[in-house]
Structures are given as structure tokens and as C-alpha cells.
């Protein structure tokens, strides 16, 4: 089980195609599944991580020092490699670039233009912060426990969900059901209960697993714990199950190729594990120009 680093929040987010709840249900205050009219269509934006392998960077400008610019060498072995430190003749560095101009005044029209343009092409982005567990059976669906940081609205929202979370990391961002978008931040982790009990068996000792809710089979939605937050609060809670629903396809099918190149990455490395490799470092020393009294000598 991965640790879930709860405090990084406080500082600043088989196979059933499912698909959104369509019946109204009436919230308790103590637990209540709670389904959020929907008049704008949840979806993510951009592309889901898939695994696919990033196109190569382009190769480094290598940095050589001629030989008779080399005004000194010493060298130190350090974790199996070999630092080299070479003191070499001062290099002339180009001029610092000019400071940049005052900014406009606000009144300005021009510069009203211009921000109303940044404004139109970059709409306001509201985070959403999430820390979730994802609980896995061997002979049940898994279920989430999510914890939700409401930008600027105080106090935290738990829920429990029957979304497999691990789906939606792969979300950067997204539209919520009120058409505004989001984006998602979210810390997630994952929790085998099945082996998490024989391992307590193994030595004895029981396994007491959380309290989770029971859900109806289809779409996948939500039960709040405690007394459930207002309706602006839900919005994005409902958009995330109902792009789950609606994309439940792409998502997995996206985490499972990240799942099978987290894999063959951590066979590669084990099979080959990273060499460390020798290191040069350059320096010069620049002098001050002495100051004295009338000016600089």
C-alpha cells in the first residue's frame, strides 16, 4: 500500500460500461447517494496518458573546453564515478539582456485589448483537489475512498465512490456539468484488501478493513459521508462520475497501458540498473575591480 501524503493538500486533488444515475435520490445527513442535474455534458479534455512512450528529446549541445584553455585538473571518485574538476581560462559571457520595460498602466487601451484577448483564449480554471484509495477485491469491483479540498470553501468533502479512481488519474483537466472547466490534481493510491488480510492472517492478527458503502450494480456514483455539501460543491464530484460513465472505455484502456509501461519499465531497470557515469565540472574565476577612494583602480 502506498502512503497518501494527506498534508500536501492542506497546503495548497468484470467490465460494465457504465453510465451516469438518472434517478433522483433524497440525501440523509448522515449518507446520502447523491446524483446533480446535469445541463452541460461532462468531458475530459486533451489527451489520457496511454503509456505510449514520449517522442526522444533532442540531443544536448555538447559542452568541450580545447585543451589548452584547461588551466587545471583534479579528480575525486564518488559513488563509482569519477568527478573532475577543471579550473580553465575565463569564458566571455554575453551581454545581460536589457530590463524590461515598465508595465502598462491598467487604464491603458491597448493593454485592455490585450487582456481581454489572454482572458478570452485562457478561461479561468478552477483546481480540483483530491486525495483518493482505491480499495481492490479479488472478487469484487473496487471501490474509492476520495477525499475533496473545495477551492476557497473551508472544510474538506469525504465520499465513497464506486468509480475505480486509478481511471481518472490519467485526467488533467476537464468540463464540468456547469460548463465551466477544472483541473484535476489528485494523489491516489491503491490498496490490495485481499492480501492486506492474509498478510494480518499470517501473523495472527485481523484484518479490519474500512466501512464501505454498498452500491447498486451500473452506473458508477457516489455516497457522501456526513452531511452533504451544498450544490456548487457537488458540481464537480458529479462531472468526474459522469465522464467516468460516459468515457469508462477510453479510461481504462488508457490505464492499462500506463500499467503495462510502469511494468516493463521497472523490468528494464531491474534487468538494467542505471550506471553511474563520470561528471566534469569547468569554472573560472572572475576578479572585481579593486575599488578605491575617487574611483576604481
Known sequence: MKPLPVALFVALVGSLLVRSQDVPVAPTRESA????????????????????????????PVFVVPARDILSTTSQQQGGRTITIQKIKPIALPPPPEPAPPPLAAADPAFQERLAEFKEEHPKSDIVMLGATVYRFKDSPPRTLVTYWPEGRGECVTFWSSADF????????????DGETRSLFMMWS???????????????????????????????????????????????IQSLHDLYNSEYAHLKTAWEGRERARIEREAYLKANPPQPKNIVLNYWRTEKPAVVKGGTK
Open 190 to 236: 491503491s490498496t490490495e484488501v485481499d492480501r492486506l488480510a492474509d498478510l494480518f492472517a499470517a501473523h495472527g492478527r485481523e484484518y479490519d478493513g474500512p466501512n464501505i458503502p454498498n452500491f447498486p450494480t451500473g452506473p458508477a456514483t457516489f455516497t457522501i459521508v456526513g452531511a452533504p455539501p451544498d450544490t456548487e460543491t457537488l458540481v464537480p
Open 166 to 177: 486509478a481511471l481518472i488519474s490519467g485526467i488533467f483537466s476537464f468540463v464540468a456539468t
Open 33 to 60: 447517494v447523491v446524483p446533480v442535474a446535469t445541463p452541460t455534458t461532462a468531458r475530459s479534455i486533451g489527451d489520457i496518458p496511454d503509456g505510449t512512450p514520449p517522442p526522444p528529446q533532442p540531443p544536448k
